[in-house]
């Protein structure tokens, strides 16, 4: 049986190859509420699927969705479960909650706050923000201009308050960026947001800033 843990994931582990992310919306906080219960009892009970390392499930601090991050050791083991309608939820439906698509993604860059101390304190807010690329085959160079930008704008010395880092992944496709952060507080996410990427992603003309998320729930390969 899969280790149920309270400990957040490991974003950076390097025996990760493929990551799938699956968001499952929800019309209200209550039906939220039931699509994370779902996900849990599921992994709870759950055969494991052999090269899954760890599944997270997350929940948006506007009650409006569920994440769940799946971290795989091989692209085709993630590529088949993303392919199975079983998927995160197994048979448990939640009436209201949109059907999700697990979308495959790798790790591309991991760019860390200047000012954590040590130890490092544990975040609670995790904002996601997802970037739809016109061209596939530039989504990392996108990624590096973007991060250029931020500099040209604040500085290369990241000290901002609360913020532990920012995960950057491009989907296996190359269709979508994904970004999961890491702060300390929702309070300091959403003054870094608005202050800093919000003009800069007003001036390249793309971006979504997404939704922030808690941690719920993070499941690890049985021992």
């Known amino acids: 049986m899969p280790v149920e843990t309270g400990a957040l994931p490991t974003i950076d582990r390097p025996d990760v190859d493929t990551v799938l992310v699956s968001v499952i919306t929800t019309p209200e906080p209550d ?8 996900v849990a009892e599921r992994w709870r009970t759950a ?3 052999g090269d899954l390392l760890a599944l997270t499930c997350f929940r948006s601090t506007d009650g409006e969705a569920v994440l769940v991050y799946s971290q795989w050791g091989a692209e085709a083991s993630a590529r088949a479960f993303a392919d199975d ?5 197994g ?11 697990s ?3 790798r790790l591309y860059r991991v760019v860390r706050g200047s000012a954590v101390t040590t130890p490092a304190p544990v975040p609670t807010c995790f904002p996601v923000a997802t970037f739809t690329m016109a061209e ?3 989504a990392r160079a996108w990624v590096d201009g973007l991060l ?14 609360g ?4 995960n950057f992944h491009v989907s296996v496709d190359g269709g979508v960026v994904l970004v999961l952060s890491e702060w300390v507080s929702e309070a300091e996410a959403v003054a870094h947001i608005e202050q800093v990427w919000e003009p800069i992603l007003a001036g390249i003309g793309d971006g979504d800033v997404g939704r922030r998320y808690r941690h719920d729930v993070t499941f690890t390969a049985p021992a």
């Open 163 to 166: 913020a532990l880092a920012a």
């Open 148 to 161: 250029a930008a931020e500099e040209d704008a604040e500085g290369a010395d990241r000290a901002y308050p």
């Open 136 to 138: 596939p085959e530039r």
């Open 103 to 105: 979308v495959p993604f």
């Open 85 to 89: 309608p079983a998927g995160v939820l």
């Open 31 to 38: 039906v939220q509420r039931h699509v994370a219960d779902a």
């Open 91 to 101: 048979d448990r439906h939640v009436p209201g909650a949109a059907t999700p698509e």
């Open 47 to 49: 055969a494991w699927p």
